[in-house]
T-cell receptor, first 114, second 114 residues
């Protein structure tokens, strides 16, 4: 089991371009979470998804950000028309759905907007 | 709770000493707590968790203490080693049978000196 896989590890985009971040959960995990981390800050929740459903998107900015977790394939976090303030580390985590022991996180995608 | 600041709280200890990292939470409804370790450039790694019906839980070299009266959580690391150097985050989850969003604390930078 390779754990939670995120790609790319590093992504550079010019302002106005689109960023697509991918996350493959651990085998057997049907719950996926996306978090954003700014330098020297804790992780901030963005969205919680199950297969084909968004369960909680209360942490997602209202515009330009979207997430999906299709029946087949990885979860995608999509940021349209990126701005410099979107530069951050984006982490994906997965869980089997029942409580504990916590999530398993991926290694993150570091997005830099130039 | 959430906070934004310029610098992380820091803790410096000598190799072999015990470390205590503290965390305050504000949500009385939180009933599941997790400690994560994050090394530079990596995703958070699960260390230990505790439910609100417990006051103390021990793992390998780590102990988590929960004081619900004052909403305080601590992580004790015995015989701290250089490999323990990292940022440590507490996270909380409130209610429900499924692990949903986690609220992360700001983190503490632990540095272990040889």
């Amino acid at each position: 089991n390779a754990g939670v896989m995120q790609n790319p590890r590093h992504l550079v985009r010019r302002r106005g371009q689109e960023a697509r971040l991918r996350c493959s959960p651990m085998k057997g995990h049907s719950h996926v979470y996306w978090y954003r981390q700014l330098p020297e800050e804790g992780l901030k929740f963005m969205v919680y998804l199950q297969k084909e459903n968004i369960i909680d998107e209360s942490g997602m900015p209202k515009e330009r950000f979207s997430a999906e977790f299709p029946k087949e394939g990885p979860s995608i976090l999509r940021i349209q028309q990126v701005v410099r303030g979107d530069s951050a580390a984006y982490f994906c985590a997965s869980s089997p759905g029942d409580r504990g022991p916590g999530y398993t996180f991926g290694s993150g995608t570091r997005l830099t907007v130039v | 709770g959430e906070s934004v600041g310029l610098h992380l709280p820091t803790l410096s200890v000598q190799e072999g000493d015990n470390s205590i990292i503290n965390c305050a939470y504000s949500n009385s409804a939180s009933d599941y707590f997790i400690w994560y370790k994050q090394e530079s450039g990596k995703g958070p790694q699960f260390i230990i968790d505790i439910r609100s019906n417990m006051d103390k839980r021990q793992g390998q070299r780590v102990t988590v203490l929960l004081n619900k009266t004052v909403k305080h959580l601590s992580l004790q690391i015995a015989a701290t080693q250089p490999g323990d150097s990292a940022v440590y985050f507490c996270a909380e989850n409130e209610g429900g049978s499924t692990l949903g969003r986690l609220y992360f604390g700001r983190g503490t930078q632990l540095t272990v000196w040889p």
